[in-house]
């Protein structure tokens, strides 16, 4: 079992910043990949960035330039640093993790409860 907590949401004006983390704890051997989805009112859950095992990033192009996902393997936890936010930023924004393809982590998959992040105009 994998659990994680996120933190670091709330409220912020337009063009600010703010940095969110999880921490992963329980069977963190069972983590590969580490990510960020958000889910905005009325509007479907969006993959946010991902980060590998490798290090290799993704972003979804709203964010691109804007947000930087990173990793601390030591501390297991993963970062979203969201910079120049905009109102449409706003959602709750859930972190997850993927496990590695070994038999033992098969099902380990986790999800946070999601920490709400408010953009103002």
């Known amino acids: 079992q994998v659990q994680l907590v996120e933190a670091g949401g709330g409220l912020v004006q337009a063009g600010g910043s703010l940095r969110l983390s999880c921490a992963a704890s329980?069977?963190?051997?069972?983590?590969?990949?580490m990510g960020w989805h958000r889910q905005a009112p009325g509007k479907e859950r969006e993959l946010v960035a991902v980060?590998?095992?490798?290090?290799?990033?993704y972003y979804a192009d709203s964010v691109s330039g804007r947000f930087t996902i990173s990793r601390d393997n030591a501390k297991n936890t993963v970062y979203l640093q969201m910079n120049s936010l905009k109102p449409e930023d706003t959602a709750v924004y859930y972190c997850?993790?993927?496990?590695?393809?070994?038999?033992?982590?098969?099902?380990?998959?986790?999800w946070g409860q999601g920490t709400l992040v408010t953009v103002s105009s």
């Open positions: 980060i590998r095992s490798s290090g290799s990033t």
């Open positions: 997850n993790t993927d496990p590695p393809g070994v038999a033992e982590c098969y099902g380990l998959d986790a």
């Open positions: 329980g069977d963190t051997n069972c983590i590969s990949a």
